[in-house]
Structures are given as structure tokens and as C-alpha cells.
């Protein structure tokens, strides 16, 4: 029997991962196949299957910290340290293997993962992961395609279908009650429309008895990786794909808030690449995982499936995540990033007649939003998509360099130039999708704009605004930029390192700025403020003196309150701000030097 | 399937006087000053954080870097992966390539990290790339020249500002973020989602200024530390970084306190 162990820091408690048999903790199977597999799977393989699965059920076992993310997302970041027993321990512990695997889960998920790998039980070899049948007819595959049911994977299985003869097997997660009727629908057309060419995997993936502390799943993409390559195996295919435009994959964050892994990778580049490199290392014939839909935005992609004859099927595709908000009439919140990608591209590609508004609990362009996250999303979505437009390669590396360098790193195979142009041509027309949608609704419903007589929380009046605020034109949003001063020089600069020695004389420089006084002791501190603005009433008395050759303890005695800058504060103000300054100065003496100032200033 | 989690403010005293500003109108500048001083701590802890730390490693490194003749085996003996003539796109690519690295080696994750890792990366962008003809046109040689004068007194003065700027306002965006939004409307504080790009300003303004404090200390560290040890280990780099912090901070107390 199968029993891994995952460690997980802060807890004493390990999460124990019985997959199948007796006391199971976590269920992997699929559906009864009535096909025979052509080959039995590589023991490599079920490894695999055996360790993404583990990852899968820790992965939903932890909870990830509460929405504020105290302590700066402390919790928000796992850590797992896994003990796993597989057929061929050297294999999984050679360095290489290690690595890779770490990368994928870690990518993937942003959590910090070790593993031990342990000889398994003597056993039987094969798991009935895959349910076959040795007595039925063969189905030789020439790829997988990992089937969503989303608009994504449609479009990818049409594109498939009807542009090359290849018999694909659709491997489909059955992750929730309410979606299966509509995937199976969607595959059985499939099948119906490409007969004799598609064969349809469910798989189901799933904790036993007990409901996912963490909802988010993000390690799925390796397990359905891992199926996808089993599938692929037994039915011989050489291909496994993912469809998933390019915007999607991306996620780039929406604005400062989402970091990290608040933006899922599910088809990340970064993630696929890691996975294709992790599978070739532990399998000599994988099959090279792709996403042919990278370079695409949501509206491209959505228009190939009208461009394949299957727009009546859009209604079946399901794109919301938000499960729990889902009935029988409403199958998408409107609320959620997902209904936004999908209902602009529909409208941009024009097919609004077969995505109803109906279907949306809120309706996304128009609807009346009751929760502040619903708000949130509707003008953070709106609002980066309309940025994006406006980026250069610079202005994209400014905002999203740590981003793009993850996108880069997923298309080594390109150069980084090309990778980059290729993202930023994309999300521009992804930005210039969301605008001509805007545009139109501006033309369209300005009178109810005007009128206030839409939602005063609706996408569109929240970004357009309503009355005689009403926007002529849609918005645009600027591009973050660090506020630097003029520098006054040019582009000289002086070749020199500033190298304070302690007990030099100090040498300072008074300016206002922006009407606050400053002086700057050169390379020790900067005083700026009220502090400032003392030594700043001081100096032309001290100039003076200097001029005339006045000896430092015979220089002019000044009352404070009577210099002209000065006369809106007192004795007490003035001597506090004495203090102040000197607390400063010696305290930045110190913290450079390590000892005091050998007088006070 | 594109995911996106979003956070919500902490229900502190802190940070329902801040919320409690922008329901009532109060200046830009009062609101994030108020919201600097609700993210005091938290911004504090960030000297504590590796992938913190090794983004100061490096912005104190690659300028240095670039003094020496051979540019591409400077940066590959600090750690990025890089060949002999790095272009800035390669640069940037390699130093958030580094600091996934390190959070991966370190198993130390935070979002604090995730924001100085967006510092970094804006500022080798913007630093370099705006005294640069465009991000592609630039040649290797261009890019070490821009690097080169970063490295010396007045270059790192204001090219060590700006990370902590960058730093400060992301710090601050990313609690801010998440309140911003439902201030939008009618009779509220943002009339429209445009009226926002003022207060996006406003808060880079109040970063940029706050970070005034940290450009003659740095400039100074920087001579007197590559003078007597020869370069910035990962120590310097922890030393600098939390003394700029904690003047940082200060100096948004301050304003917070309008003692400016």
C-alpha cells in the first residue's frame, strides 16, 4: 500500500497521504476505460503519478493564511518536507531529479518543498490508477489533450480536430460535481463531431473524507502533467497539451497587492517548462508537454472556436472557478477574473449572442456589485488590462520585470528579446481588446451612463463614470513611476567614491526642495524638514563671519527668534529642533563610523 | 485556469484610522502618511528577509561590477547568470533570476521578499534604462557606461534611493490596494477609477521624499565600505539595508507627524 508522509513547518502533526486501498486518504483513478493500453506504464511513471499526487494532498491539507496575510504572508508560503516511497529511489534522488522536481512544485505552488525518497514495499507493480480493460479494443493516440472544459481547451480540441487527422485522448479532472455534465457534454460532441478520433479520460483526483483546507490546488498541474503522461503512454500518443491563452498563463498581477502565488501559474510558462524538463529527466520517452495557445490572447483564441464551426457550444464551456457560486442558471459569478477574461473576449470577438447575459450572477459589464472584492476585481482587471496598452519594453520591465524574467526563464528556447516582444505585442492587444469593448459600451449606453441609469458599481460606470462625469473616451490609467529629482548635471558624473574618515571636517549643502529646507552632510546624512530649517536661518550670519575671516568661537550670537525665518517659532521650538538635528547627525555618525562624533555639531 | 486572490486590510486600529481617512476626504498625503505609519512594522521586518537582503547584495554589486573590464565575469562571480556582454534585458532577467534562487536555497518566503524583488528589477529598469536610447537599441558597452556611473558617489546615491523608493511605495501600494477600489463612485473619494492616478502619484511622491533621508548615508556606507573591505558581502548588504530601512521608516514617521 502506498503511504507517504509531508512534514510541514509550524505543525506537529504530519499529513498522511494513503492513496487507494485500505484507509485511503486521497482517491486517483479514472473512470472504467472500456480501451486496452498499448503499453504498460514505465515505472518512472507511477512514481510520478504517485508523487504528484502527494503534493496534491498536502497541497489542499494546509490552509494558507487568512485573507490580511498577517506577518506579511508568513503563512501564505508553506513548508513541506515529504517522505515518499517509489520503485527506484536512485533515480529520484540524483541531484538533477531532485532539483527539477522542486522547481516544478515550487513554482507552481510558491511553497518551499524537500523530499526523501524511500524504497516502496515489495508489491505489485501497477496501481490501478488507470482503469483499462485487457479485453477491449485499441485506441492508438497521437496526443493528450488535457480537456478543462473552458473555452481554452474547446478551442484547443477543435483546433486539433479539425486541422490535422490526429486521434487525441482528452484527459479531463473531475473537480466538481456541477461542472462534469457540461465536460462530458462538451466531450461527447467532441467525439460525436470527430468520430472514431477522440477518446474521453475523466480522472478523478480528490482527499477522502475530508474537504480541502486550501481550495486553490495549485500543485494540480503537475499531477494532470503526470496523468496526461500516462495517458499518453498507454495509448502511445508523443504529444500532451495544454491549451491556455497567453494572457492567462501569464496572470501578471493585477496590481501591487497580488503577489507571488496570489496569481496562480497553472500554465505558467516557467511551470510547463520546469514540468517538460522534470519528465524528461525521469523518463526517457516522455512526451513533450506544450501550450500551443502561449502566444494568444483570451479573444483570439475565443474566435477560433466560432472560426471551427462550434459556437453553439460556448455555452456549455465553463470559465469561473467560483464553484460554490454556481446553479443551474447562473453558471458564472461575473465577479471573478475568469467571467472577466471571458465575457470581454466574447463581446470582442463578437459572439455575445452565444454567451447570454443570463448566465452571469452579475452581469460583468453593467451588473450591480454587492461585495467590495467584486468591486475590487471589476477595477483592478479593468484598469491593468487598459495600463498594459500604454507599456514599452522598459515600461513592462519597470512594472513587471520580476514577472517577465519568469516568463523569459519559461521560453529559453527563444531569445529573450523575441520572448519579450512576443509578450508585450500580446497583452497589447489583449489591452486593446478591453478598450474596444469599453468603446462600444461607450457608444452604446452613454444615454444610460448620463442618465445614471446604471449601477453606480458597475464595471462600466466605475471606469467610465456616469452623468456630467461621464468620460468622453475610455480611460487611461498611468504607468508607476519612481519620482526622480532633475539632475541638475546632466550626464556627468564625477569618478569619485565618497569616503568619509571619522574626525574630518564635515561638508554640507543647504537647498530647498520642493519648499522643504535641506542639508545634506556630504556622504554621513540628510536633514531635512523643520530640522532643517534652523541651521538654514543660521547660515547667512555663519557666511558672513567666514567672509570675514571670524575665528569659530568668535562668530555672531544669535537669538534664535529673532531671524526672519525663524519668527514663527519660539525659544522652546528652536531649542528642540537644535537637539533634534544633533541627536541626528551624531546617531548617522555612528552608524558609519561605529563610534561617536568627536563633537557635538 | 487564471486564479487571483485578493487580500484585506487588517482590522487594526491602524488601519481603520486609515480607512477611516479616506471615507472622510482627508488629503492624500495625510492617508499615506497614516498608512506608512499602519505599515511600520511590517516594512521593519523586511532587514530579516534574505531575498531582501540579496536584492541590496546586488544593487550595491552591479554597479561595482561594472568598473571592471570584464563585465560579464563580474556579475557571474555575484552570482548572475549572465554572458560576456549583458545586454539590460539579460541584467534585470539574471538578478530576479538570482533572487528566486535564493529564496528557493534560503526555504525563506515572504511577500516582502516578492516586494523588494519588484524594487530591484524597477530599478535596474528605470535607473539604467532611462539614461539608455531604449531597453533593445542599447548595446552591451551602453550598458555597462550607465552601470559604471551608478557605481560611483553620486550615482549610487540616487541609484540606492530609488530601490527603497520603490521598495516604500510598493510596500505601501500593496496594503492600500486593497481598500482603494470601493472609494470609487459618486460622492466618494475618487469620483472615477482615473481620479486613482492621482493618488498613485501622490504616493510615489511621499516614497521619493521619504528616501531623501537614506542618499548622503548611502553614498558615504558605500565609499567607506568598498574602501576598507574591497566590495559588499551579504553581511554589508544586511547592515546597510536595515540601517536604510529604519531611516526610511523614520523619516515616514515624521512626515506621517507633519513635522515637515
Known sequence: ?601 | MGHNMLGVLPRSRLWRDVVGLLDTGAADSDVVAASARAAEKDMLRAGDDPVFVEAVRLLLNIPLAARSEDFGQALRDIGLTVGNRPELLDLVASAAERLDTVRRETRSRSDLGEIAARALTRTLSSSMGDTLPSLFGATPDDVQAVARRMSWSKGISGFTREFFGSLVSGTLSYWLDRTLAVQIGEGRRFPSATARNAFDSELDRFSSEATRIIQEFSSGWYGKTLHGKGGFGTGDAATFGAVALKKTVSELRARGAKDV
Not at chain 1, 484547443?156 to 479532472?173: F, K, N, P, Q
Open chain 1, 1 to 601: 500500500m502506498f503511504e507517504a508522509v509531508a512534514r510541514v513547518g509550524g505543525r506537529t502533526q504530519p499529513v498522511v497521504v494513503r492513496i487507494n486501498g485500505q484507509q485511503p486518504t486521497f482517491r486517483l483513478a479514472t473512470d472504467s476505460l472500456e480501451k486496452k493500453a498499448l503499453l504498460d506504464l514505465h515505472p518512472a511513471l507511477l512514481d510520478l503519478m504517485e508523487i504528484a499526487a502527494t503534493v496534491f494532498a498536502a497541497d489542499g491539507a494546509i490552509p494558507r493564511g487568512g485573507p490580511t496575510r498577517p506577518n506579511m504572508g508568513e503563512d501564505w508560503y508553506r513548508r513541506f518536507d515529504l517522505e515518499i516511497p517509489v520503485r527506484n529511489p536512485e533515480l529520484w534522488q540524483r541531484t538533477e531529479v531532485a532539483a527539477a522536481l522542486c522547481e516544478a512544485v515550487e513554482t507552481l505552488t510558491g511553497d518551499s518543498v524537500s523530499f526523501r525518497f524511500m524504497p516502496a514495499e515489495p508489491g505489485p507493480l501497477q496501481q490501478r490508477y488507470l482503469d483499462f480493460d485487457p479485453a477491449g479494443a485499441t485506441f492508438r493516440a497521437d496526443e493528450v489533450l488535457l480537456f478543462s472544459g473552458g473555452l481554452d481547451s474547446l478551442a484547443g480540441a477543435l483546433e486539433r480536430l479539425a486541422t490535422t487527422s490526429s486521434r487525441v485522448v482528452l484527459v479531463t479532472h473531475r473537480s466538481a460535481q456541477k461542472v462534469i455534465p457540461r465536460q462530458v457534454r462538451l466531450g461527447q460532441y467532441l467525439a460525436d463531431r470527430f468520430s472514431g478520433r477522440v477518446l474521453h479520460v475523466h480522472v478523478l483526483a480528490r482527499r477522502v473524507e475530508q474537504a480541502a483546507a486550501d481550495s486553490t490546488q495549485r500543485s494540480r498541474t503537475l499531477l494532470f502533467s503526470a496523468l496526461g503522461q500516462a495517458v499518453a503512454q498507454a495509448f502511445g500518443a508523443r504529444r500532451i497539451r495544454f491549451f491556455e491563452n497567453g494572457i492567462v498563463s501569464h496572470n501578471l498581477p493585477l496590481s501591487p497587492q497580488i503577489v507571488s502565488t496570489m496569481a496562480t501559474r497553472t500554465t505558467h510558462p516557467l511551470a510547463l517548462t520546469n514540468i517538460r524538463r522534470l519528465m524528461q529527466l525521469v523518463v526517457s520517452d516522455a512526451a513533450p508537454i506544450e501550450n500551443p495557445f502561449q502566444w494568444s490572447t483570451k479573444s483570439e483564441v475565443v474566435s477560433r472556436i466560432h472560426e471551427y464551426g462550434a459556437a453553439s457550444q460556448i455555452p456549455l464551456a465553463v470559465s469561473c472557478t467560483s464553484i460554490r457560486e454556481q446553479d443551474k442558471l447562473y453558471t458564472h459569478c461575473g465577479a471573478c477574473t475568469q467571467c472577466f477574461d471571458r465575457r470581454f473576449a466574447i463581446l470582442h470577438a463578437g459572439l455575445a449572442e452565444h454567451d447570454p447575459d443570463e448566465i452571469y450572477a452579475t452581469d460583468v459589464l453593467v451588473g450591480e456589485r454587492l461585495s467590495e472584492r467584486s468591486v475590487t476585481m471589476a477595477v483592478e482587471w479593468t484598469r491593468h488590462a487598459l495600463r498594459l496598452g500604454k507599456l514599452d519594453e522598459k515600461g513592462f520591465m519597470e512594472s513587471f520585470g520580476h514577472e517577465a524574467s519568469r516568463i523569459l526563464r519559461g521560453h529559453s528556447d527563444l531569445p529573450p528579446k523575441t520572448a519579450l516582444e512576443l509578450t508585450l505585442k500580446m497583452h497589447h492587444r489583449h489591452s486593446r481588446a478591453v478598450h474596444d469593448v469599453l468603446e462600444n459600451v461607450l457608444r452604446e449606453r452613454a444615454a444610460d451612463l448620463v442618465a445614471h441609469r446604471l449601477p453606480e458599481t458597475s464595471l462600466v460606470r466605475l471606469h467610465l463614470g456616469s452623468g456630467d462625469a461621464l468620460l468622453q473616451q475610455v480611460p487611461e490609467y498611468l504607468r508607476r513611476q519612481f519620482i526622480r529629482e532633475p539632475n541638475g548635471d546632466g550626464d556627468e558624473v564625477d569618478e569619485i567614491d565618497e569616503v568619509p574618515q571619522p574626525g574630518a571636517p564635515l561638508r554640507v549643502r543647504f537647498y530647498i526642495d520642493e519648499g522643504s529646507h535641506v542639508v545634506d552632510v556630504i556622504g554621513l546624512a540628510s536633514v531635512t524638514g523643520r530640522s532643517a530649517r534652523v541651521p538654514h536661518a543660521l547660515k547667512p550670519s555663519f557666511d558672513e563671519d567666514r567672509r570675514n575671516g571670524v575665528a569659530p568661537e568668535d562668530h555672531q550670537y544669535r537669538v534664535g527668534t529673532t531671524l526672519p525665518d525663524l519668527t514663527d517659532m519660539n525659544k522652546g521650538t528652536i531649542r528642540k529642533l537644535v537637539q533634534r538635528c544633533r541627536k541626528q547627525l551624531a546617531e548617522e555618525y555612528r552608524q558609519l563610523h561605529g563610534e561617536p562624533p568627536p563633537n557635538t555639531c
